[in-house]
């Protein structure tokens, strides 16, 4: 294996793309508060992620649909709308099963996806869409090494993604489920305790 490729690999490996961040517990920006974020990119350039417990207000898919003027008359299916970030939180996000592909479709991890454009409202709306998916409006982001920053100073926890506590879990579980899939309680986390 050539050393070129060899630090490559070291540099992918620190990459936490389709996992899930977890806010410690002394978290001081109230917008994280017992946050869990589910890592859509991770690279050199920064990383980009959607929060996946926190509903943005009532607003709920009819609602949005009413909102960006679009047809509602066959709407099947209507879900609430997460706050997904402090960042463009004019865009909306989809976060899906992969039985559901558009040409804006980006796989992810896991058989989880990523789409943000009007057609998967739609397919939503009318019943065709993914089986599971969430809708989030803005995302959270970090600069090249922000994030990894982050990490080493223990303002999150990485664990693996579950798409159980991510499509299935109710949104006031989330948290406390992917805390106990690391076998800890919330009160045993301090700020020296990390996986960094």
């Known amino acids: 294996m050539t050393e070129e490729i060899k630090s490559k690999q070291e540099e992918l490996s620190g990459y ?85 592909s558009h040409p804006g479709t980006v796989p992810i991890d896991n058989h989880i996806s990523l789409t943000a454009t009007v057609d998967v409202l739609q397919a939503i709306a009318e019943g065709s869409g993914p089986i599971y998916c969430l809708l989030a409006m803005g995302y959270v982001g970090w600069g090249p090494g ?24 109710p949104i006031e579980k989330k948290w406390e489920m992917a805390i106990a899939k690391l076998g800890v309680s919330p009160e045993a986390l301090s700020e020296e305790f990390g996986q960094a």
């Open 146 to 169: 922000q994030l990894d920053s982050e990490l080493h100073s223990n303002k999150w926890l990485q664990i693996e993604a579950d798409s159980d506590i991510l499509f299935k879990t």
């Open 16 to 100: 936490i793309t389709g996992q899930f961040l977890l806010a410690m517990p002394h978290m001081q920006d109230p917008r994280f508060e017992k946050a869990v974020i589910y890592i859509c990119g991770h690279d050199l350039n920064g990383a980009m992620g959607l929060v996946i417990n926190k509903h943005l207000g009532d607003l709920t898919l009819k609602g949005l649909l009413d909102y960006l003027n679009l047809p509602q008359e066959s709407i099947r299916r209507d879900l609430p709308i997460y706050f997904g970030g402090p960042i463009d939180t004019g865009r909306g996000f989809v976060l899906h099963s992969d039985d559901f």
